[in-house]
C-alpha cells in the first residue's frame, strides 16, 4: 500500500502543496486537509515555541499503520501524513494530513482519523515553551 501512502519526519518546513501533489487524482472529487499548526497561548500562558522530538523509527512505522487502516477503513485513494520535529514558532505547521477520495465524506472522516490516532499512538512529543519555563505535554486528542 505505499504507493497509496506519503509517510513523513523531516526539521525542514512541511509543503502543503506536496502534500494535495501526491493524493490528487483525476479519479478523486475530493481532497481534505488537516493542517496543524502552532499556536500562541495554551492554559492561559502565552506560548514561544513548541519543540517536537520522537523515536523516529517508531514513529514512521506507526504513522504508516496509521494510513494502512485509513485506506482499508474508509474509501479513500490516497492519503500523505506528515511530521515536523525540531523547533517551531507561532505559526509554523508541524503535522499535515492530506487525503483523497471519490466523495468527499470519506476524506474528512479519514483526516480526523488519522490525526486522531496519530496524537494516541505515534512516538513524537511535543515541549512548549513559555516566558516563565517550559512543560512537556501528553499527546491525546
Not at 500500500?1 to 475530493?30: A, P
Not at 481534505?32 to 519543540?51: C, E, H, M, P, S
Not at 500523505?80 to 525540531?86: E, K, L, N, Q, Y
Request: include cysteine.
Amino acid at each position: 500500500m505505499t504507493e497509496r501512502t506519503s509517510i513523513k519526519i523531516t526539521s525542514e518546513k512541511l509543503n502543503l502543496q506536496d502534500c494535495i501533489d501526491f493524493v490528487e487524482d483525476d479519479s478523486c472529487g475530493g481532497i481534505a486537509t488537516f493542517i496543524g499548526t502552532v499556536r500562541n497561548a495554551t492554559q492561559n500562558k502565552t506560548v514561544t515555541l513548541l519543540d517536537f522530538s520522537g523515536y523516529e523509527p517508531m514513529a514512521l512505522k506507526e504513522m504508516q499503520k496509521i494510513a494502512n487502516k485509513a485506506l482499508e477503513k474508509f474509501k479513500i485513494h490516497k492519503i500523505a501524513i506528515h511530521h515536523a520535529v525540531g523547533e517551531l514558532q507561532i505559526g509554523d505547521v508541524p503535522v499535515i494530513i492530506a487525503v483523497s477520495s471519490a466523495h468527499r465524506k470519506a476524506t474528512f472522516e479519514a483526516c480526523e482519523f488519522a490525526i486522531d490516532t496519530l496524537k494516541e499512538t505515534v512516538p513524537i512529543w511535543k515541549k512548549e515553551h513559555f516566558d516563565d519555563g517550559e512543560v512537556w505535554v501528553n499527546s491525546h486528542p
